[in-house]
């Protein structure tokens, strides 16, 4: 055969396979085009009609925001500079105001939890108080990312936020000074003015009492020490863990201080789309002995005190005590956008408890539900805040519009907003903008167990007091249990 005609005849192969193949190809551009061709019609509406001139990156960045906004309160976009903010506020170098926040559908950005010594706490902001506006900016429409970041700012300067309360009718202002500091994540009921603290919270029947603030890289290894000390040297028969507007931190943190109450099976699991699951289990090292257990938890207890209350509940572990959970339980993970044009935080997978149950959206139950009144909760506040600072002070002027918290007899607690001196920050979970501790007496009001000589001690509130009888009723029943 001529050379020529086996050319051809290998031309007309090449163009046969490219006219079976590009079909394929044309359907998976028309199905993109069908499917995102509308951006393009926008943008060509926009350049043509809209009152200002505005340039393709700011389209793109406004298509992509929404896109990842209609997925969840967790998941967003960062350019390159807003990951860089975002991973130092992940370390806790991010100054800020000391607040757990969240944005859920519906509800708008609202408090899950306050921390203790922190100026969201010394003016009073509560687990379900909603934010209205940021230094006047409405909240509504924005992003969770966006808002931590309009409230975070250098230490020393202020922000003012319109707080809408659900027990009150009108909104009100409070002005409130940022920080970068360190706060303690593990402390005891009481404490003297050198910072030493007690954990034992009923001597006679000793009975101890841990108050777990968030879960960061060390706190279950403070946890470990101080209950190794109170089995050890003060014979410790049983123990309350105080985990009450904990935002939550780090899962191995959690993990590792669930392991050391089980010796076997599930702690907690992670469930994705497309990913195996994840599965984190318990071993008999280092495991506690088996004394009576209590846990506290309210509707500021979130992420990984979920974790820590389910695990424990549905091991029949431990007794939980208090309130409904927030109900956060969804793990997310950042990913890289191609060509180096920014990051996504995106929402990869669910937690699960022992027992199967999804923490996301339904939160855990306590056995004994024990609720707060407002003034309850207050004076608990007022009790903490007074223990942490160092003891009660004369009250400072009030700024206008701020609603007083009812504290009982005397005057109410005011919030401090003078600048004070920071220390290095802590490793905070995202969305948790950095603490302030108290490095002199802050306003409030002692409660009752107030300061004697040097002395503070907590306030004991019908929660603690429920978690105490439990375990008082355990140690009794294992007493007159036959041998």
Known sequence: MPKRNIVWILIGA?????????????????????????????????????????????????????????????????????????????????????????????????????????????????????????????????????????????????????????????????????????????????????????????????????????????????VHSIILDMLTNRKMRGLILDVRDNPGGLLEAVVTLCNRFLSEGRIVSTKSRNQPEVVYMATREDTYPDFPLAVLVNAGSASASEILAGALRDHHRAVLVGEKTFGKGSVQEVLPVENDNGWIKLTTAYYYLPGGTRIHGRGVTPDRIVDLTPDQRAEMLDSWLAVYSGGSVVPTTEPAGVPAPSTGPGPAASPATMPVTTRPAATMPHGLLPLMPATRPVSTTMQAGEASGERFEILIDPQIEEALEVIRQKLAGAATRPA
């Open 14 to 222: 090449v163009i046969a396979v490219l006219l079976w193949k590009a079909p394929e190809s044309y359907i998976r551009r028309d199905a993109l085009y069908n499917k995102f061709g509308p951006l393009l019609d926008v943008r060509v509406q926009v350049y043509k009609h809209y009152v200002e001139s505005i340039g393709d990156d700011e389209l793109l960045r406004g298509a992509i925001d929404g896109m990842i906004n209609r997925l969840d309160t967790y998941s967003t976009y960062f350019t390159a500079a807003e990951y860089d903010e975002f991973q130092k506020r992940a370390k806790g170098e991010f100054p800020g105001i000391g607040v757990q926040l969240a944005n859920p559908p519906g509800v708008g950005l609202v408090v899950v939890s306050p921390m203790e010594g922190t100026p969201a706490f010394r003016a009073g902001l509560r687990p379900g108080d909603r934010i209205m506006h940021i230094d006047a900016a409405k909240t509504a429409g924005l992003t969770l990312d966006q808002c931590v970041k309009m409230i975070s700012g250098p230490a020393g300067t202020r922000v003012t936020l319109t707080i809408q309360r659900p027990d009150l009718d009108e909104p009100y202002d409070v002005t409130l000074t940022r920080t970068v500091v360190n706060v303690p994540t593990v402390r005891g009921w009481a404490r003297d003015t050198d910072w030493n603290w007690d954990y034992l919270i009923d001597t006679e029947r000793r009975i101890g009492y841990v108050r777990v603030m968030s879960f960061e890289g060390k706190t279950a290894e403070q």
